[in-house]
């Protein structure tokens, strides 16, 4: 069966036919429309959703378009405020898992292992923690995690870069995403195209789709190549960290909230205009209105005249009713220290009774909740707020819980720290800083599956609290049933980490140190028991 011409653009003829008759179906009785077939689109009612888009996206006004909503929308701001701190925190720690039956397959014993993961863990801990992991050496490589993560999901992407000095240390450095351009009017592209390339949105990538070079703009409309893997090691010495990305064949990333943009400056404008009509209605607490019979004095000039002449009291013209009326207004001011006006005739004086939009808590409430979760934050979380329900407060704690652990493993972790990971292991085990028995001849020999075994590792960071640990502790223990009573749900080093504490293994040698010298500080007053 051939399908019809036009039935192979999209959208190009809305006025077409979309169904035809379909040859293979012929029953004795003739064509019947049983027989019909049409092509669907999605569209269920015709010309009803209109024609279809095949966004290419504009990366570069995107991205600036992310920074503006992070500078003027507090609920931008708030919300990667609240995702850098719960995902990164003050940093992820190397926890050094290394597969032991592939690496005891090839001869390296139990203890060796033991002693590469102690040894492993204690220097890649002092290296990110150092400033002398970083490039510029402003920061540590925790806060560079926490700076690309932000610049990952506000713009798109941003591209790591891994550099080693003169004296063989690793040091990571990040570059904005918007410097990553297409080399206009360069000899570039040709070059690309010898090697059988072709660059795309400042990157260049081979037959495969794989990133061979990035190519970075300076000031000066110069541009330099970076080569993406190291020309001897064949390491991953280069490459973007995404945020999201929109279709397979992308070679950069999207905002997070891209989706919400519009959406997000619509509501910052809708609450500035709310509070800023409640502002101008508050410069007006009252107003004097007159009737027919005012003679249109202002109530308040006595007040007015008396100020601009030093105190002195403007005496009225003729002695009436009206002017009692004010002497007994002064003396009751006096007496009350409150301010009460004698009203000329025919005028009142009404209270400015303002009212808010009623609807602006529930609608811009409504908003905020949609916006934070196309972030993938609760906003009990993101706004601090947990006055529902313990099933409903928990409910939203583990949804968060789920997310940070899927945002560290694949943003984080495969994107920032493994990729810095895997090139400072092997610097140090080439340098014999590292004892790792049976690496480098992996390394030599392209052994990829000992070279994994080794590398094999999580990070880690803080957990979520639990609002009820004891809660929670319970019901496990009755999944488990009676035989299970005295199996440990979890580790001194997990309980270290939950309370943020510090490392387990330095806690148990001061303990140990304490216990040792606790004796000195026992009083006599014990009563020989060894209490204090």
Known sequence: MKIPFFNLYIGARRDSPKSYYSGGLRRSSGWSASNMTAVYDGEKTPYEMGNPYNFELDYYTMRARGWEAFLNTDVVQNAIHKYCLWIVGSGLKLQSDPNDIILNKKGITSQDIDNFTRDVEANFRIFSNSKFS??????????????????????????????????????IDIIDGHHVQNPLMSDYYAEAADRGNKIKEGVEIDRKGRHVAYYVASDDMKYQRIPAYGEQSGQRMAWLMYGRRYKIDSVRGMSYFSAVLENASKLDRYKDATVGTAEENAKIPYSIEHNQYSDGENPMINQLAQTMSDGKGVAPETETDYADAAV?????????????????????????????????????????????????????????????????????????????????????????????????????????????????????????????????????????????????????????????????????????????????????????????????????????????
């Not at 926490?146 to 941003?158: H, Q, R």
């Not at 704690?397 to 810095?420: A, G, H």
């Open 134 to 171: 970083t490039y510029s050496q402003n920061y540590d490589m925790h806060t560079v995690a926490a700076e690309s993560l932000k610049n990952a999901i506000i713009s798109g992407d941003v591209l790591c870069l891994l550099r080693v000095t003169d004296d063989e240390r690793v040091v």
């Open 328 to 532: 007994l207004a002064a003396k009751i001011a006096k007496q009350t220290s409150k301010y009460v006006y004698n009203m000329p005739r025919g005028a009142t004086i009404k209270r400015n009774e303002f009212k808010a939009d009623n609807q602006f808590k529930d609608f811009f409430l409504t908003n905020i909740d949609i916006f934070y979760a196309t972030l993938g934050i609760p906003a009990e979380v993101a706004l601090d707020k947990f006055g529902g329900s313990y099933s409903s407060s928990r409910a939203a704690l583990k949804s968060w819980e789920y997310n940070m652990f899927v945002s560290r493993t694949n943003i984080l972790q495969k994107q920032f720290y493994s990729p810095i990971y895997n090139v400072w292991m092997d610097v140090n085990v080439f340098n014999n800083k590292i004892n790792a028995p049976g690496y480098l001849e992996a390394l030599m020999m392209g052994d990829v599956m000992t070279l994994e075994a080794y590398r094999n590792c999580r990070f880690i960071g803080a957990t979520v609290p639990h609002i009820d640990p004891e809660k929670e502790v319970k019901a496990e223990r009755a999944k488990l049933g009676d035989k299970f009573d005295s199996v440990p749900l979890t580790t001194a080093e997990q309980s270290c980490e939950n309370l943020n504490t510090g490392d387990f293994e330095n806690i148990s040698k001061k303990t140990k140190y304490e216990k040792d010298i606790a004796p000195d500080f026992v009083t006599a007053d014990d009563g020989g028991d060894g209490s204090v």
